[in-house]
């Protein structure tokens, strides 16, 4: 089946410094990454989506200078959280789209926690 | 507006068969997705609905009613491992085909 990487899995930073996530599709080209964040106990909720060459395109709410997305290839696409702070601790999960197949069903990556200090 | 509610939590024993149900309002409509993640795991994809129906994959059967908002989720022979949260989404008539998530229902299995 379809895999989605993530790295790092855990991540532990000092507030005030910015912090780069990788997605990556590995058995299929992905024109569409999403990213979620998740908060403990509860569901998930898109920040932004991602598109192979253009700009990502963000959820009313969430600060596009502050997560800054790359998706720079049809297999990465990376999130970047610029002076971390440690509300900005959570659970950052990623998706991609495979086009190919018929339900074009989300595959997520195995998820990345961040704890800003 | 965007609505996807689901029940927050669900206890049955080891053997026994539960069903989750999930409604939903949203502005488009284009599939009904049920995913099952582990606590500190991301989600893995159990089920796709698109027209109203059963659709049966082993252990697991989704049921969607487009007309009536309305899907459920059936875990039958349930196995301690089957404790999880299970997450409703729907997909967006957009181009990019995001998901909304439904809160998630957390299904305990006890021996």
């Known amino acids: 089946g379809a895999v989605v990487s993530q790295h790092p899995s855990w991540v532990i930073c000092k507030s005030g410094t910015s912090v780069k996530i990788e997605c990556r599709s590995l058995?299929?080209?992905?024109?569409?990454m999403f990213w979620y964040r998740q908060f403990p106990k509860q569901s998930l909720m898109l920040m932004a989506t991602?598109?192979?060459?253009?700009?990502?395109?963000?959820e009313q709410g969430v600060e596009k200078d502050k997560f800054l997305i790359n998706h720079a290839s049809l297999t990465l696409s990376t999130l970047t959280v610029t002076s971390a702070h440690p509300e900005d601790s959570s659970f950052y999960i990623c998706s991609a789209r495979d086009p190919i197949r018929v339900q074009e069903t989300q595959y997520f990556g195995p998820g990345t926690r961040l704890l800003v200090l | 507006g965007q609505n996807i509610d689901q029940p927050t939590e669900m206890t049955a024993t080891e053997g026994a068969i539960v069903q989750i149900n999930c409604t939903y309002q949203t502005s488009g409509f284009n599939g009904l997705f049920w995913y099952q993640q582990h606590a500190g795991e991301a989600p893995t994809f159990l089920s796709y609905?698109?027209?109203?129906g059963l659709e049966e994959k082993g252990r697991f059967s989704s049921f969607l009613s487009r007309s009536k908002g309305y899907s459920y989720l059936l875990l039958k022979e349930l196995q301690m491992k089957d404790s999880a949260s299970y997450l409703c989404?729907?997909?967006?008539?957009?181009?990019?085909?995001?998901?909304?998530f439904g809160a998630g229902t957390q299904v305990v299995v006890t021996p």
């Open positions: 989404a729907v997909r967006a008539t957009d181009s990019w085909g995001k998901l909304q």
């Open positions: 058995d299929f080209q992905a024109t569409t």
């Open positions: 991602s598109n192979e060459g253009s700009k990502a395109t963000y």
């Open positions: 609905n698109v027209l109203d």
